[in-house]
């Protein structure tokens, strides 16, 4: 079923979501399970897998030189969202990524993906960190442009007239969005104006990256509102669970930390008063976000579930 029919047939009431990360390369998916069983119980509405592009590792060779090398860290996406959707019989989104695919590698998967009856594509530029070496010269530059090509797959529009176009596929599309600005945009309003034209481009609801002051959220969606952007936009949550989160959030995400919750979490003496603390936190942004209405809580796990359960014991 597809997200945005999901949050129709809601009629209003605030669903409850999820991101997981694939394995890391060489672990078994039993660990991935043992994540999510327990998140189970609360009948997630919707499970994102996301998808990780080729990362380049240098190895010291025999001869003492330096060999660089191509190493998928967590692959397995699709698999994944197969798996899941038959142990679980709950919804997968696969995460779809610009870097590292041919425009061509990106239809064919878009294929197999409505050959196993996925309805749903979460569309993203793709993490760029370790990966400039490996890009392909006809890829996709921002997520706009695999927007409109999994939209006009929709409308049975190909890449090459060679391809027969006797089937449309159907997919709901999500993007992702950022209440404090992707870190490449030089002002807010030029980052909303780029969500836009996801949204115009076909782009069905929205994620939000996280964000731990709810009203840089709700401040978002009325800039968001008043552009015309007017597509379901789901707010994106993660408990803090350790100390360095304070420092390594900020770095990797662009978003601030606000000052009560970073006080609070200097204060904490052991792990457990960290993850209290963080849980707390998060358990009052998402009793508020619910009572706004908001169309989902969808809950980054990063692959550890005992945060997010005691968070959904309390707000669900
Ligand atoms: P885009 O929408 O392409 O935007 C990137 C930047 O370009 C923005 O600054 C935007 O303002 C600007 N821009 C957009 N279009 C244009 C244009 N036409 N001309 C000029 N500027 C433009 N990464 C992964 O590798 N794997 C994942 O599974 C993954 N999942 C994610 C899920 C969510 C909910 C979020 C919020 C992020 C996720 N990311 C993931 C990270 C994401 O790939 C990065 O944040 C990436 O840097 C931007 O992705 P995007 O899709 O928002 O990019």
Known sequence: MKITDKLDAAKGETLFSLEILPPQKGKKINDLFAVLDPLMEFKPAFVDVTYHPEEMIYKRRPDGLIEEAPLRPRPGTVGICAAISYKYNVETVPHLVCVGFSKEETEDALFSLCYQGIENVMVLKGDEKNHLKIGKTNQH????????????????????EETLNEMETDFCIGVAGYPEKHFEA???????????????????????????????????????????????????????????????????????????????????????????????????????????????????????????????????
Request: net charge positive; with cysteine.
């Open 141 to 160: 530059k921002y997520a706009s442009e695999l927007v409109d090509q999994v939209a006009n797959m929709n409308k049975g529009k190909f890449l090459h």
């Open 186 to 316: 030089p002002n807010m309003n030029t980052d909303l104006k780029w969500l836009k034209n996801k949204v115009d481009l076909g782009a069905d609801y929205i994620i939000t990256q996280m964000f731990f002051d709810n009203k840089k959220y709700f401040d978002f969606v009325d800039k968001c509102r008043k552009i015309g952007i007017n597509v379901p936009i789901i707010p994106g949550l993660k408990p803090i669970d350790a100390k360095y989160q304070l420092k390594s959030i900020p770095s990797r995400f662009f978003l601030e930390i606000p000052d009560e919750l970073t006080k609070e979490v200097e204060k904490c003496k052991t792990i457990s008063d960290v993850k209290q603390v963080g849980e707390e936190w998060c358990i009052m942004q998402s009793k508020e976000l619910k009572a706004a209405g908001v169309p989902a809580l969808h809950y980054y796990t990063m692959s550890k579930s005992d945060g997010v359960v005691n968070i959904a014991k309390a707000v669900l």
